[in-house]
C-alpha cells in the first residue's frame, strides 16, 4: 500500500528565509509525486509534480521540490518566503499501477512578518 | 478555460437524511475524484471515476456512493447522514487514466457539509 508522511504539522519561518516542508513516500515501483496548497475555505491547487529523472523540480510561485530515491523523500522549498506564502501543503503520492491519489496530512506554513 | 465547479457550496442537514453533491469538471477532464476533509484526518479519497467507471474506491461505508455521467459530471450521495459525516467534499478532475496517472488533479472549492 502507498503512504506519505509529512513529519510537520506546523512549519514557522520568517520573511525572506528560505523554506522547507517535508515529506516521505513510501510505493511499490516509480513513483508519481505531487504538491498542492491550500488556502482557507478554498479547494487544493497543484504547486508542482516530480518528473522522473529530475532530482529538482520547479513549480509555480516560486517553489521547487528536491526528490530523493535513497531516502524516499520529496521535499518542497522555496528561497525566500513571503507572508501570502502562508497557507496548508499537501504531499501527494500515486504509484504507476493508476491507485488512488494518496495525500499526507498536511503541513500548516506561517510565514512570520 | 473554467476550472471545476462545486455545488452547492454549504449545506446543512439533519441526521438521517441524505445529500447528493455535484461535480462539473474541467472540459475535457474524464476523471473525477472525491475526497473527504476533516481537521482530523486530513483528505480521505472516497471514488475515482473515469468514463463512466469506477476506477478506485476508498474505504468508506456503502452510504457513501457516486456516479459518472457521460458528460464527466458526476455526483455522490451520501445517505443516513451521521454526525461523523460533517467535512468538506471536495471534487478533483484530471486528464489521468490508464497510462497518464502523473497527471495533477485540479480541485473545485468543495461543499461543506454539516449534519446536526
Known amino acids: 500500500a502507498q503512504s506519505v508522511a509529512q513529519p510537520e504539522d506546523q512549519v514557522n519561518v520568517a520573511e525572506g528565509n528560505p523554506l522547507t516542508v517535508k515529506c516521505t513516500y513510501s510505493?511499490?515501483?516509480?513513483?508519481?509525486l505531487f504538491w498542492y496548497v491550500q488556502y482557507p475555505n478554498r479547494g487544493l491547487q497543484f504547486l508542482l509534480k516530480y518528473i522522473t529523472g529530475d532530482n529538482l523540480v520547479k513549480g509555480s510561485y516560486g517553489f521547487e521540490a528536491e526528490f530523493n530515491k535513497s531516502q524516499t523523500s520529496f521535499h518542497l522549498k522555496k528561497p525566500s518566503a513571503l507572508v501570502s506564502d502562508s497557507a496548508l501543503y499537501f504531499c501527494a503520492v500515486r504509484d504507476e499501477g493508476y491507485q488512488k491519489v494518496t495525500f499526507g496530512i498536511g503541513t500548516k506554513l506561517q510565514v512570520i512578518p | 478555460k473554467a476550472g471545476v465547479t462545486q455545488t452547492p457550496r454549504y449545506l446543512i442537514k439533519t441526521r438521517g437524511q441524505q445529500v447528493t453533491l455535484s461535480c462539473s469538471p474541467i472540459?475535457?477532464?474524464?476523471?473525477v475524484s472525491w475526497y473527504q476533509q476533516t481537521p482530523g484526518q486530513g483528505l480521505q479519497f472516497l471514488f475515482e471515476?473515469?468514463?463512466?467507471?469506477?476506477?478506485n474506491k476508498g474505504n468508506f461505508p456503502g452510504r457513501f456512493s457516486g456516479r459518472q455521467f457521460s458528460n464527466s459530471r458526476s455526483e455522490m450521495n451520501v445517505s443516513t447522514l451521521e454526525l461523523g459525516d460533517s467535512a468538506l467534499y471536495l471534487c478533483?478532475?484530471?486528464?489521468?487514466?490508464?497510462?497518464?496517472?502523473?497527471?495533477?488533479?485540479?480541485f473545485g472549492n468543495g461543499t461543506r457539509l454539516t449534519v446536526t
Open positions: 472540459s475535457g477532464h474524464r476523471s
Open positions: 510505493v511499490s515501483g516509480n513513483p508519481y
Open positions: 478533483a478532475s484530471s486528464l489521468s487514466g490508464p497510462g497518464r496517472g502523473n497527471s495533477p488533479l485540479h
Open positions: 471515476y473515469f468514463s463512466e467507471t469506477q476506477r
